[in-house]
């Protein structure tokens, strides 16, 4: 069984950043694919950021440019910056793994952004 835990949320104001982790353990952490998604209310799931094994990045069109996804892989954690924040930023933000065991979701940290 695969944990993540989700920390780094917050309330901040337009145009500040945070920045979110991820904790994952029960898996070789430097073989999954690691992803951010996020769910405002109202809407469905979304994805946000992707991080392969390798390295490589990929972004919604929405935050590309402000977010940035990495990984420490002997931390076992993904992280999320996000800067220039802005109000339809604001949602619960899941970590997912995807390895050799299966699918996984974290909790959730809620980001909130005021205008």
């Known amino acids: 069984q695969v944990q993540l835990v989700e920390s780094g949320g917050g309330l901040v104001q337009a145009g500040e950043s945070l920045r979110l982790s991820c904790a994952a353990s029960g898996s070789t952490f430097s073989s999954n694919i690691m992803r951010w998604y996020r769910q405002a209310p109202g809407n469905e799931r979304e994805l946000v950021a992707t991080?392969?094994?390798?390295?490589?990045?990929g972004y919604a069109p929405s935050v590309k440019g402000r977010f940035t996804i990495s990984r420490d892989n002997a931390k076992n954690t993904v992280y999320l910056q996000m800067n220039s924040l802005k109000p339809e930023d604001t949602a619960v933000y899941y970590c997912?793994?995807?390895?050799?065991?299966?699918?996984?979701w974290g909790q959730g940290t809620r980001v909130t952004v005021s205008s």
């Open positions: 997912f793994a995807e390895t050799s065991q299966g699918y996984f």
């Open positions: 991080i392969g094994s390798g390295g490589g990045t």
